[in-house]
């Protein structure tokens, strides 16, 4: 997920002219300094107490990626009983919640989360996701909104909106809100998978695989774009394509189930050597 940075270009434009290079454009002053404000001269720098509430928060977030997550529900508790407040502590809390099912709590968490950072991209992601669970597409569709309003170039916006038109079986508003997340970002693997998704709804086979190939490529370790893949090809009778797919999705699933989908495969395409190597649980 990435916000798209804001480029300012200079154009600096040499030419040579007889003895020695002249500039033709001078560059232009940018900044005008005041010694009359404060910061005038130099940025401000973090507080003691601030520097140490981010240390605080980075070993808790360690806790959390090493999977231990009983030690860090502890400790996060302590940061805040003691007074700690912080937006990626907010945010931290609320992926912890999800963990135990109370999405309520964890809307409120991410809430807090982008009050303390309100241009920060993940927390308001993650609070919509929540509200979606909950039940509540309206307070989802506002933190969209809000996402398209902050960074109106960015594919997040229409994505998110597009998501919920489909849940309400809107497909025209869907694919509308679709196709323009993608005319901002062509790349966005988000709005690819649900782009394809509402090729399926629609029977349009064909540009359901060009997008989940555009997808794949982007972001290979999806194990359920491999598989969707596989299932097109197969229902295509391109038997080697499925076998490729499906063997990409084993790779990274390692689901003993596939193993005899694979053979199978091999099977029907009369390939009887490959079928056993698949039935044999030492292959790779």
Not at 61 to 85: P, Y
Not at 88 to 93: F, K, Q, S, V, Y
Not at 199 to 228: I, K, Y
Not at 266 to 272: A, H, N, T, V, Y
Request: proline share 6%; glycine share 6%; hydrophobic share 45%.
């Amino acid at each position: 997920m990435k916000i798209l940075p804001l480029a300012l270009g200079l154009v600096l434009v040499l030419a040579a002219c007889g003895e020695s290079q002249q500039r033709l454009n001078e560059r232009p002053t940018w900044i005008h300094r005041r010694d009359t404000v404060p910061f005038g001269e130099a940025l401000p720098a973090p507080s003691a107490a601030t520097i140490a509430q981010s240390d605080r928060v980075d070993a808790l977030e360690k806790l959390f990626i090493d999977g231990r997550d009983g030690e860090c529900r502890k400790q996060l508790a302590r940061f805040f009983a003691e007074g700690g407040d912080h937006p990626r502590a907010h945010d931290l809390n609320g992926r912890l919640l999800i963990l135990e099912g109370k999405y309520a709590e964890a809307a409120d968490a991410f809430g807090r989360a982008v009050a303390g950072s309100p241009r920060w991209l993940q927390p308001r992601l993650a609070q919509a996701e929540c509200f979606l669970e909950l039940k509540r597409p309206q307070a989802a569709a506002s933190v969209y909104a809000e996402l398209d309003r902050l960074m109106p170039d960015a594919p997040w916006g229409p994505w998110g909106m597009g998501l919920i038109a489909a849940q309400g079986k809107d497909s025209d508003r869907s694919i509308a809100l679709l196709d323009e997340a993608l005319r901002r970002d062509p790349e966005h693997v988000p709005s690819l998978l649900a782009r394809a998704g509402m090729a399926e709804r629609a029977g349009d086979t064909v540009r359901e695989e060009a997008l989940l190939l555009h997808a794949s490529g982007l972001d290979p370790d999806n194990a359920q774009t491999w598989l969707r893949l596989a299932a097109l090809t197969e229902a295509d009778n391109r038997l080697v394509d499925a076998e490729t797919h499906l063997a990409r999705a084993f790779a990274l699933t390692r689901d003993p189930r596939l193993r005899e989908r694979l053979a199978q495969l091999c099977d029907r395409r009369g390939d009887s050597a490959a079928a056993a190597r698949w039935r044999t649980p030492s292959h790779p």
